[in-house]
């Protein structure tokens, strides 16, 4: 059962209003989750069938009908009264003497405004146009007009949506404050190295968001890059079955230094060597987001742990030095997550940590 | 060349009501189409896109140009059906005699009675579904779904601020899809 936030999520992303870090957790939310992918799926159909309604034109002679009531609608309705003429008389003299009264009894009590000034910019800037852009009120006025059918194509909205819809939450992830990099221009000298370059600088945690194609060893490769960086990777049991299904699986590496970092993204764009054979690379694209309260929140669940233990290891080990673990993004308290928890160095300042979530399609 | 709608307005306050007429002709199938979906039957949409122009007409000196004029009736029209919604409530109105004046809209349904059947039955469904919204609820919807409208845009035809839009067009997407489908 989706929570009420996440429905308003999804149904902004229906909507197409989502930007930054919303629009990303809803796209990870769609890549988790069946049930919301579902939920946007029948969401988008529905939007469809509307917009797929046919269209239709009124009459030609709509329009002479119009311009004809234009005069009229320009003639003020005659009032009726509202109560019998002997009565209303009675009535109306009672109320002058009763305004009469009040009329008399304030013009004596209160103050007189000031007059007021005519080129007082404030006071012309407050209300320049009171009467502007009211609406009437008047009560319809029913005419008799036939509504003939015109003939429309309907366009087959729903299917394309349909298939679309999943392509969609797979295409790399925008976001107004993020950067956003092609494994493949990170290989070769391209600005896109000196941004990488630039960016990691900005803060000591990043959220990686990694889009890359289902070959089933995404996981495997990222170790292999990770090994030839002298950085352990735990891997929880989920997490690679996850991966070799070519589901999405969450990485959290710490104590990495900035060119590290730069050497991982540049490896993970490089052909895989596979023996004699050498396959192209899987990785896609990186989405790069600074680490926000949010997803250290949502690590910590994943880990089980809480904030200050994220922070600073209940028990560090001893050696310094990178180290990393891959969890399923439901999260894990299996064996080998509590293993590395337990031997977590402590934090080096100067160095960076990494959420990485890795989406193959 | 076309005229401008500013062109247009600036002649129909001079008297010129072929200009006025011109305006009409540019927007009154629109606005139609948006109506029907707030309306019940295309008798009251008909009505109430004509009592707009009236309306608007009436109130052109007052129109400033702070918004376009395609908001400005916009938001008449939509006011009114919403006022005429509200009177009618007490006495539904829907049932398969008036959908019947919504024929098939598709040329190819002439060669695919199936289609077409299908085509019919679809539109039926979607349109009673949205009878059975509020019409601030259903309002939201044909704004956004049929004209592509923004929320900054639907929130200056309703009136009210984006949060509101936001929170309508979260209900009635969750009420619509409930009805579509308790309905299938």
């Known amino acids: ?361 | 060349m076309p005229r401008d709608d500013r062109d247009l307005i600036a002649a129909s306050l001079t008297g010129d009501s072929a200009s006025f007429g011109e305006l009409v002709r540019r927007y009154q199938d629109r606005l139609f189409n948006s109506v029907l979906r707030v309306c019940d039957t295309a008798e009251d949409a008909a009505d109430v896109v004509q009592e707009a122009f009236l309306h608007a007409y009436q109130a052109l000196a007052s129109f400033k140009g702070d918004s376009q004029f395609f908001t400005w009736i916009y938001r008449i029209a939509f006011n009114t059906a919403i006022t005429l919604k509200r009177k009618q409530k007490s006495a539904m109105r829907l049932n398969a005699g008036e959908l019947g004046t919504f024929e098939p809209a598709d040329p190819s349904d002439a060669a695919d009675p199936g289609h077409a059947m299908q085509s019919a039955e679809d539109e039926r469904k979607v349109h009673e579904a949205l009878q059975r919204l509020s019409p601030e609820h259903r309002a939201v919807l044909v704004l956004k779904d049929m004209d592509d409208m923004k929320y900054e845009e639907m929130a200056e035809v309703l009136q009210v601020p984006i949060g509101t839009i936001r929170s309508r067009l979260h209900r009635a997407r969750l009420e619509l899809k409930e009805i579509l489908e308790k309905a299938s």
């Open chain 1, 1 to 361: 059962m989706l929570a009420d936030r996440h429905l308003e999520l999804l149904t902004a992303f229906v909507d197409g209003v989502l930007t930054g870090r919303d629009r990303e957790k809803a796209h990870r939310l769609l890549h988790e989750s069946a049930e919301s992918r579902d939920f946007v799926r029948k969401l988008q159909e529905n939007a469809a069938r509307i917009k797929a309604l046919p269209r239709r034109k009124l009459r030609p002679e709509f329009t002479a009908k119009v311009i004809a009531a234009l005069p009229k609608a320009t003639q003020t309705a005659p009032v009726e009264p509202l109560v019998k003429p002997s009565f209303a008389w009675g009535k109306a003299i009672v109320a002058a003497c009763v305004m009469l009264a009040v009329g008399v009894a304030a013009f004596l009590a209160i103050p007189r405004p000031q007059p007021v000034d005519p080129d007082n910019p404030y006071l012309l800037a407050k209300n320049p146009h009171p009467q502007e852009n009211e609406l009437p009120r008047d009560p319809i006025v029913p005419i008799d007009v036939p509504v003939p059918v015109v003939p429309r194509k309907t366009p087959a909205v729903v299917p394309q949506v349909v298939e679309g819809i999943f392509a969609k939450f797979l295409e790399p992830l925008e976001s107004d404050y993020a950067e956003r990099f092609a494994f493949a221009d990170l290989t070769k000298e391209d600005p896109a190295r000196s941004r990488l370059a630039a960016e990691l600088k900005k803060e000591d945690a990043y959220h990686l968001n990694i889009t890359a194609k289902n070959n089933g060893r995404t996981l495997e490769r990222l170790r292999a890059v990770f090994d030839m960086n002298n950085i352990p990777l735990t891997i929880d049991p989920q997490a690679q079955a996850n991966a070799a299904k070519g589901k999405t699986f969450v990485v959290y590496l710490e104590n990495v230094k900035q060119d590290d970092v730069a050497s991982i993204l540049r490896e993970l764009g490089r052909d895989d060597n596979q023996g004699k054979t050498s396959v192209k690379s899987v990785f896609e694209s990186v989405l790069m987001t600074s680490f926000s309260s949010t997803d250290r929140a949502h690590l910590c669940k994943l880990l089980g742990i809480d904030a200050k233990q994220l922070e600073r290891p209940a028990t560090p080990a001893a050696k310094q030095g990178s180290a990393a673990v891959a969890i399923p993004p439901s999260g894990s308290a299996s064996a080998e997550v509590r293993k590395y928890l337990e031997s977590r160095p402590a934090h080096q300042p100067g160095t960076l940590r990494l959420m990485i979530e890795v989406h193959p399609h």
